[in-house]
T-cell receptor, first 115, second 112 residues
Framework: KAGVTQTPRYLIKTRGQQVTLSCSPI?????VSWYQQTPGQGLQFLFE???????NKGNFPGRFSGRQFSNSRSEMNVSTLELGDSALYLC??????????????FGPGTRLTVL | KQEVTQIPAALSVPEGENLVLNCSFT??????LQWFRQDPGKGLTSLLL?????REQTSGRLNASLDKSSGRSTLYIAASQPGDSATYLC???????????FGGGTRLMVKP
């Protein structure tokens, strides 16, 4: 099975712009979660989608949003970019077939740099 | 609010040593605890998952234990190898769903 894929792998944007990141989960996985990783704050949960519905949301401003499509692929959007949004954005998928909280499989991440 | 702490933040050992990484969490009402490894600039690789009803899990040279009542988990690595060099992260799930709270990680260096 192919793993979790994220596109693009690298992005450079300027302050005030917006950006959309994409995540394709492992085939058959219905849960997709997004995390932000920075040197100062570590790994922080952004949100989780399950069957096209947002199931959990972290403590991030409304500039961060996401959605999930019927094929389980997910996108996250950041509007009005700030310098502090520079980070590695990681996506993870989980099958949820057996338990409500199961092993999560992470993609390679998208490295976003805001200038 | 769940908080996860990992000690030590960094560790350097000679090849062949057995070692223990520590993880503590403040809220014992967890669904599960996972250990991950992260290589520089890469995503996370799941190593072990322990359900809240379990006490330990083993995979090859890795053994993870969980003591919910004391809010602690340990990851034991036997006969360490240079290829084990990476950052090790523990994360807990407190609710139905996949919202993970991560510790800050332990950066491990195994010297040949």
């Amino acid at each position: 099975k192919a793993g979790v894929t994220q596109t693009p792998r690298y992005l450079i944007k300027t302050r005030g712009q917006q950006v959309t990141l994409s995540c394709s989960p492992i085939s058959g996985h219905r849960s997709v979660s997004w995390y932000q990783q920075t040197p100062g704050q570590g790994l922080q949960f952004l949100f989780e989608y399950f069957s096209e519905t947002q199931r959990n949301k972290g403590n991030f401003p409304g500039r961060f949003s996401g959605r999930q499509f019927s094929n389980s692929r997910s996108e996250m959007n950041v509007s009005t970019l700030e310098l502090g949004d520079s980070a590695l954005y990681l996506c993870a998928s989980s099958s949820q077939l057996v338990r409500v909280a199961d092993t999560q499989y992470f993609g390679p991440g998208t490295r976003l740099t805001v200038l | 609010k769940q908080e996860v702490t990992q000690i030590p933040a960094a560790l350097s050992v000679p090849e062949g040593e057995n070692l223990v990484l520590n993880c503590s969490f403040t809220d014992s009402a967890i669904y599960n605890l996972q250990w991950f490894r992260q290589d520089p600039g890469k995503g996370l690789t799941s190593l072990l998952l322990i359900q809240s009803s379990q006490r330990e899990q083993t995979s090859g040279r890795l053994n993870a234990s969980l003591d919910k009542s004391s809010g602690r988990s340990t990851l034991y690595i036997a006969a360490s190898q240079p290829g084990d060099s990476a950052t090790y992260l523990c994360a807990v799930s407190n609710n139905a769903g996949n919202m993970l709270t991560f510790g800050g990680g332990t950066r491990l260096m195994v010297k040949p």
